[in-house]
């Protein structure tokens, strides 16, 4: 079955801009998890959506947001961009047994 | 509150050696454990998840246990290859199906 997918590869934005990040889970699956991962620095967890609702979130401002559509797509979007906010990022969905896997990512550069 | 340790945070062995990398965590009500690796400027790729009613997965040279009553789950590595280099992240799946992550072990396999 198809993994995880994630668009674009890679993103450059210059400081101040918006950056809109794309994940689909594998069809039929609920979940999707947005997480962080600076360069040196370990995952952290930024949103989780699944049927549609937003489940929990993790400590980042406000300009990190999200949405999931009806066939379970999401977005990432990212306001107002800052510097350190260069970062891979990783979408992930659940699948049975509460197993997580992880798309490609999206290399975000802020410059 | 979960919180989840690896040690070490690096390691570098020869070729061919069997190794064993640790994950240790603080809150025995899990629902799984699950192992990845990940490979520089890469997603994350699942190695082996354990429910919490199982003592251990093996999938090829890999074998992961876990020791509830203990806190501890271990990444058994036989005959490193030059290959297996990459980070090794462990995650708790807590008793609210929230995933707390590890920080990772840094693996270099010296040819």
């Known amino acids: 079955e198809a993994g995880v997918t994630q668009s674009p590869t890679h993103l450059i934005k210059t400081r101040g801009q918006q950056a809109t990040l794309r994940c689909s889970p594998i069809?039929?699956?609920?979940?999707v998890y947005w997480y962080q991962q600076a360069l040196g620095l370990g995952l952290q967890f930024l949103l989780w959506?699944?049927?549609?609702?937003?489940?929990n979130r993790g400590n980042f401002p406000p300009r990190f947001s999200g949405r999931q559509f009806p066939n379970y797509s999401s977005e990432l979007n990212v306001n107002a961009l800052e510097l350190e906010d260069s970062a891979l990022y990783l979408c992930?969905?659940?699948?049975?047994?509460?197993?997580?896997?992880f798309g490609p990512g999206t290399r975000l550069t802020v410059t | 509150k979960q919180e989840v340790t690896q040690i070490p945070a690096a390691l570098s062995v020869p070729e061919g050696e069997n190794l064993v990398l640790n994950c240790s965590f603080t809150?025995?009500?899990?629902?799984?454990l699950q192992w990845f690796r990940q490979d520089p400027g890469k997603g994350l790729t699942s190695l082996l998840l354990?429910?919490?009613s199982q003592r251990e997965q093996t999938s090829g040279r890999l074998n992961a246990s876990l020791d509830k009553s203990s806190g501890r789950s271990t990444l058994y590595i036989a005959a490193s290859q030059p290959g297996d280099s990459a980070t090794y992240l462990c995650?708790?799946?807590?008793?609210?199906?929230?995933?707390?992550w590890g920080a990772g072990t840094k693996l270099i396999i010296k040819p």
């Open positions: 959506y699944d049927e549609g609702e937003e489940r």
């Open positions: 995650a708790v799946r807590d008793s609210n199906y929230q995933l707390i």
């Open positions: 809150d025995s009500a899990i629902y799984n």
């Open positions: 354990i429910q919490s």
């Open positions: 069809s039929g699956h609920t979940s």
């Open positions: 992930a969905d659940d699948r049975g047994r509460y197993e997580q896997y």
